[in-house]
């Protein structure tokens, strides 16, 4: 798919025309992009002209000369109106010739060729109406609606709080050369949307029961899945860990689902579009049953960066952005501060979601030199749930979590296991977890066009490049204490909401050697046929929104999606099988 951050100005008939023009003149520039047979571009208002220099030493001399008399020679002789009395000026040597009505066609086509006959054109271009390249996938739950999000504000089928991704989709789509580390449960590498994102990671569970593989610390990645059934509740080495009845429930594919918002295929005609359609996702395990350690996440943080961790092999591709979607309610600690300050140094930009809990920011989503994302609803509200304050950098849609909204969720990959793995699946959930992604997508995108962007560069764009709240006077101001869904101040919520195209577009005004076509690889990479698990199952895992960490370095984290919510109320715990 062609992608550009120059406009369509021609059809591929006219151009073909314009190629076998006489050799007094020029064709079309050769950076004119793709052009739908139906575009109205096809049809021109006039030609923008281009003469020789009378004098090579000084080409400006035609300024001097009779313009008007030259273009109204040319004009008459092409068979076309007379300019006006002062001839427009386009560009450096252009001069506008209009028509007495548009042309197009073959009647275009002509018109061209007599113009560019005459011995003293240089070019011809024809004055058409430019568009801009937005691009939609044809991705099922991008066109059915369940992505809105991805959408522009303006759309129907979007919302206030739509990412505004298609425009931003029109400068890139990504670079394979980009790496995004997801610091979750791990990944599913078979994933259809997946196939070909997922580079070698590492599963820095180092606890043996809650890696539920049966070893500590391997180069599997792999997802084998987080349930926690009563049965297992019974086991006294879990429940001397912290397990709880609230971790109780099938598994939730979290670590899938958050590399699907980043990067799962798009325009492939199945499943999901992901953000950044080209960026490498690099799968860190540090997550499995009932959560993870600090430690675990601390070492898969530093090792995801580029820095070494005692006893596991250098990480050959380290993340130029990391997302976290794991936390706890305590303070940012020195040990996690530390590990992130580290990776910073190393250039990775580290997203955190803020939380769950509809309270201040907790660990890590208040450590500094991060980038914490809170959740808002379609209308660009702050979810009744996501976490908010000082700290907090921005907002991104996150789904409402309320039965009242069921169209307002979050789409990505997943599968049907309720224990392993089994089916590829697609499911809807909602929670800060899937906030933060997007901005970590998004973040990928800025440096497909500018990689020389440093962690606090990434961070100010974004925030600078941020839409403002929207303003509900049925709703109240967000404050400590409102419990429902409420208005954003960038007191409350940081600096406004994700807006991908106006971050890369800051990104790339930025970068001084800018290439105009930054995106690579090829976005269609086939038709397939519809995943067989693309249902809209909504998955499984529990909601873990009031799960309550522990103080110390021991302290279980939880992800924070607020899964099942397709076809319940965030706060009914889901039935167990």
């Not at 099938?250 to 689902?257: K, L, Q, R």
Request: proline residues 8%; charged residues 15%; aromatic residues 6%.
């Amino acid at each position: 798919m062609t992608r550009s951050l120059l406009f369509s100005v021609a059809g591929a008939a006219l151009a073909a025309v314009l190629a076998s023009t006489s050799a007094g003149a020029q064709t079309l520039p050769a950076q004119s992009a793709r052009l739908s047979p139906t575009d109205p571009a096809t049809v021109a208002r006039g030609l923008i002209v281009e003469f020789k220099p009378a004098n090579a030493a000084n080409p400006n001399q035609l300024i001097a000369q009779a313009m008007r008399d030259r273009l109204a020679s040319v004009a008459r002789t092409a068979g076309l109106p007379a300019p006006g009395a002062a001839p427009r000026r386009v560009g450096t040597r252009g001069y506008w010739m209009g028509f007495t009505e548009p042309l197009q066609g073959a009647a275009l086509a002509a018109a061209v060729q007599r113009v560019a006959a005459d011995p003293s054109v240089q070019s011809v271009s024809p004055d058409v109406r430019l568009h801009l390249m937005d691009i939609q996938p044809n991705d099922p739950h991008f066109v059915s609606g369940d992505q809105w999000y991805l959408r522009t504000p303006d759309d129907p089928a979007g919302g206030p709080a739509a990412l505004n991704t298609p425009p931003a989709w029109g400068i890139t789509t990504g670079l394979s050369s980009q790496v995004v580390a997801v610091l979750d449960s791990g990944a599913l590498f078979n994933h259809a949307d997946l196939a070909g994102r997922f580079i070698a990671g590492y599963n820095f569970i180092s606890d043996v029961t809650t890696g539920n593989m049966g070893l500590g610390r391997n180069p599997d990645a792999s997802d084998p899945g987080d349930w926690v059934s009563p049965i297992d509740l019974r086991n006294p080495v879990l429940r001397a860990k912290g397990c709880q009845a609230s971790d109780v429930g099938p598994s939730s594919w979290h670590g899938t689902f958050i590399a699907g918002i980043i990067g799962a295929a798009a325009n492939n005609a199945i499943g999901v579009a992901g953000i950044n359609w080209n960026v490498q996702i690099l799968p860190v395990r540090v997550a499995g049953k009932c959560g993870a350690y600090l430690s675990d996440v601390i070492d898969g943080l530093r090792w995801a960066s580029g820095g070494s961790v005692d006893g596991v092999p250098d990480n050959p591709t380290p993340a130029r952005v990391i997302n976290i979607s794991l936390g706890s309610d305590n303070a940012c600690n020195p040990a996690y501060q530390s590990a992130i300050d580290d990776a910073v140094a190393r250039g990775s930009l580290i997203v955190i979601a803020a939380g769950n809990s509809d309270t201040a920011l907790g660990n890590p989503a208040s450590c500094s030199g991060v980038l914490a994302v809170g959740a808002v609803r379609r209308d660009g509200l702050k979810t009744f749930y996501s976490s908010f304050g000082p700290g907090t950098g921005l907002m991104a849609p996150g789904g409402a979590g309320e039965q009242a909204l069921p169209n307002d969720l979050i789409a990505s990959t997943s599968n049907t296991g309720t224990y392993g793995p089994v089916q590829d699946a697609y499911a809807l959930s909602a929670g800060t977890s899937f906030s933060a992604p997007m901005a970590a997508g998004v973040a990928a995108l800025m440096l497909a066009v500018n990689p020389d962007l440093t962690p606090a560069q990434l961070i100010e764009m974004l925030q600078q490049s941020a839409r403002p709240f929207p303003y509900n006077p049925s709703y109240p101001i967000c404050s400590s204490g409102i419990e429902t869904a409420c208005n954003c101040t960038t007191d409350t919520c940081g600096a406004g909401l994700l807006d991908a195209n106006a971050a890369v577009q800051l990104a790339l005004a930025s970068n001084p050697n800018a290439n105009p076509n930054p995106g690579d690889g090829d976005n269609n990479p086939g038709d397939g046929n519809s995943n067989p698990g693309d249902n809209g199952n909504p998955g499984g895992g529990n909601d873990n929104s009031s799960h309550q960490g522990g103080g110390g370095v021991t302290s279980w984290l939880w992800g924070l999606g607020l899964w099942g919510l397709a076809a319940a109320a965030l706060r009914q715990r889901r039935r167990r099988i």
